[in-house]
């Protein structure tokens, strides 16, 4: 018994997917990419980009990447946890000497140097979140001093 359904002739008239617009700019920014990397010139790089914004099809957008290598995965920051790994290791690494232990003159250093920082850095916080010293009026310890008698022409006579 024959099959019911032409499996060659049912792909090729099923009906073809439109494109979007995203679908369009996604491959016009793989292409860029591409030219960014070296792997298209500049011209070429702009016929495909024009190709792309003019497919209709989703099939019309395969031919213009599909002979450039995978778009590498984007890079990210590796996050405090590891920078804060990576410091303690520095630390530790600097602190003991070549046998493994700790020597009692570097860690006396290390605390030493690290109590000045902390001693620094809240000085120059409590400078930076007071009033300036000025004495609780709120000014920032600027007063202008003016004498009550300098403005004052009542008492004398300066033509004389």
């Known amino acids: 018994m024959p099959p ?3 499996l060659d002739s049912a792909a090729t008239s099923a009906p073809r997917m439109r494109a979007s617009d995203t679908d369009r700019l ?3 920014e793989r292409l860029q990419d591409a030219v960014a990397r070296g792997l298209l010139t500049p ?5 495909r980009m024009a190709d792309a914004f003019a497919a209709i099809h989703l099939t019309d957008l395969d031919p213009l990447t599909e002979d450039l290598p995978p778009t590498p995965p984007e890079r990210t920051a590796p996050g405090w946890r590891s920078l804060g790994a990576l410091a303690v290791e520095q630390v530790r690494t600097s602190v003991t000497s070549a046998t493994g232990r700790l020597g009692t003159a570097r860690v006396a250093v290390v605390l030493l140097v690290t109590s000045l920082v902390l001693v620094l850095v809240g000085a120059l916080g409590g400078v930076a979140l007071s009033d300036s010293g000025g004495g609780g009026g709120g000014d920032g ?5 003016r004498h009550p008698h300098w403005d004052d022409d009542r ?3 300066w033509d004389d």
């Open 4 to 6: 019911l359904i032409d």
């Open 43 to 47: 011209d070429e790089g702009s016929e």
């Open 26 to 28: 996604t491959t016009v």
């Open 141 to 145: 310890g600027w007063h202008e001093y």
């Open 155 to 157: 008492d004398h006579d």
